[in-house]
T-cell receptor, first 112, second 115 residues
Framework: DVKVTQSSRYLVKRTGEKVFLECVQD?????MFWYRQDPGLGLRLIYF???????EKGDIPEGYSVSREKKERFSLILESASTNQTSMYLC???????????FGPGTRLLVL | GNSVTQMEGPVTLSEEAFLTINCTYT??????LFWYVQYPGEGLQLLLK?????DKGSNKGFEATYRKETTSFHLEKGSVQVSDSAVYFC??????????????FGTGTRLTIIP
């Protein structure tokens, strides 16, 4: 079975903290994505990666960075968390040239 | 740019009612269209998809037909169940030369089915 896991389901952080969200997939997929989900806004793409060490900005990259050192792992980094980054974060992966994305369960982040 | 507009929620129906959730899109080129579903406390999962005009995607009693003339991909189910309560997202993607197709999502429609 296809599996995308995220390191935490719930996370509470303070303003200014550095936050790491980890995502691991076991399907040998080339593509990995980070989205944030907010009520009334749907899912918005933050960053994606199509290969190890490769990354591209999505629609809302400001305030975020990413790291992909191994094919199966894609990390989202909030360099200095702010309250407007309180959200649900979803990771997804897909095979190259395949359109279907597989999602993890999400991390609900609260920044105080 | 590409965009997806879907029916505002929330939608509340009685069990066994007929469901329609409207979705229209704007895209340059010929997109593939998707419906994803998010059950409470879970990530998104693919419900159905259609890759070209007049294709019908179907799964779990849900159907949607790719209508190029009206740029629509409305989700329908003849008789909903309580277990269908979830948030439904319409999405599109365009083929990429690099194999990294990105999804553009609608805002989601929360569906609640009451017994």
């Amino acid at each position: 079975d296809v599996k995308v896991t995220q390191s935490s389901r719930y996370l509470v952080k303070r303003t200014g903290e550095k936050v790491f969200l980890e995502c691991v997939q076991d399907m040998d997929h080339e593509n990995m994505f980070w989205y944030r989900q907010d009520p009334g806004l749907g899912l918005r793409l933050i960053y994606f990666s199509y290969d190890v060490k490769m990354k591209e900005k999505g629609d809302i990259p400001e305030g975020y960075s990413v790291s992909r050192e191994k094919k199966e792992r894609f990390s989202l980094i909030l360099e200095s968390a702010s309250t407007n980054q309180t959200s649900m974060y979803l990771c997804a992966s897909s095979r190259q040239y395949q359109e279907t994305q597989y999602f993890g369960p999400g991390t609900r982040l609260l920044v105080l | 740019g590409n965009s997806v507009t879907q029916m505002e929620g929330p939608v509340t129906l009685s069990e066994e009612a007929f469901l329609t959730i409207n979705c229209t899109y704007t895209a340059t080129g010929y997109p593939s269209l998707f419906w994803y579903v998010q059950y409470p406390g879970e990530g998104l999962q693919l419900l159905l998809k259609a890759t070209k005009a007049d294709d019908k995607g179907s799964n779990k009693g849900f159907e949607a037909t790719y209508r190029k003339e009206t740029t629509s991909f409305h989700l329908e189910k003849g008789s909903v169940q309580v277990s269908d309560s979830a948030v439904y997202f319409c999405a599109l993607t365009l083929k990429s030369n690099f194999g990294n197709e990105k999804l553009t999502f609608g805002t989601g429609t929360r569906l609640t089915i009451i017994p």
